[in-house]
């Protein structure tokens, strides 16, 4: 069993908006793999399915970003996975240029709030993290003004790319294989 979380906002508000990044990566896997993701639970919307011989979960937390480690907490002690090894958490990042995408196995919550409740509900920043690219804010305006404004047309097209590639990466990721998802696809 493998739980991937995509991580946003709920509201429809906040669709194509740049902190919902993980939502939309977890929609294009569930599209890829016949998944459907409409069971509400652990205060998320989940969805189980098989993914190249491996069962799943996908995760769409609707606790808002701040709190999404409540759900996954959740999750992780109902299917009782291991999350270091056994759980991918995707999600915006502002110090990637639009598109770009990074996997780590650990790491510090570099400012997320959303990895921030992560790890305090967890008590672990080992666990594996797909960060997907959204630009740097430009100078002068409020971090979160930025992260919840909507992407243009042509972000939106890097964007969905990008989250093609993430529905890639999850393959070796489902399989144990962190070390090889990291030299396919971080660029």
């Known amino acids: 069993m493998y739980i991937i979380v995509g991580l946003g906002n709920p509201e429809r508000k906040y669709d194509n908006t740049r902190h919902n990044a993980g939502f939309i990566a977890i929609d294009r896997i569930a599209d890829?793999?016949?998944?459907?993701?409409?069971?509400?639970?652990?205060?998320?919307?989940?969805?189980?399915?098989?993914?190249?011989?491996?069962?799943?979960?996908?995760?769409?937390?609707?606790?808002?970003?701040?709190?999404?480690?409540?759900?996954?907490?959740?999750?992780?002690?109902?299917?009782?996975?291991?999350p270091e090894t056994q759980v991918c958490v995707i999600y915006d990042d502002t110090s990637m240029d639009v598109g770009r995408l990074r996997i780590r196995k650990k790491g510090s919550a570099g400012g997320h709030n959303g990895i921030k409740s992560i790890i305090a509900h967890l008590n672990t920043d080992v666990f594996v993290r797909v960060k997907v690219g959204i630009g740097e804010k430009p100078p002068k305006y409020d971090l979160a003004d930025y992260v919840l404004g909507h992407f243009t047309d042509d972000e939106r097209k890097k964007i969905d790319e990008t989250s093609d590639k993430v529905a890639e990466a999850i393959l070796p990721l489902i399989h144990g294989e962190p070390d090889e998802a990291m030299n396919l696809f971080n660029s």
Do not use: C, Q
């Open 32 to 82: 890829k793999y016949g998944i459907d993701i409409l069971e509400n639970r652990f205060k998320s919307l989940i969805g189980k399915g098989v993914i190249d011989g491996e069962k799943v979960v996908l995760m769409k937390p609707l606790t808002y970003m701040n709190l999404s480690g409540e759900a996954i907490r959740a999750a992780v002690d109902y299917f009782k996975v291991d």
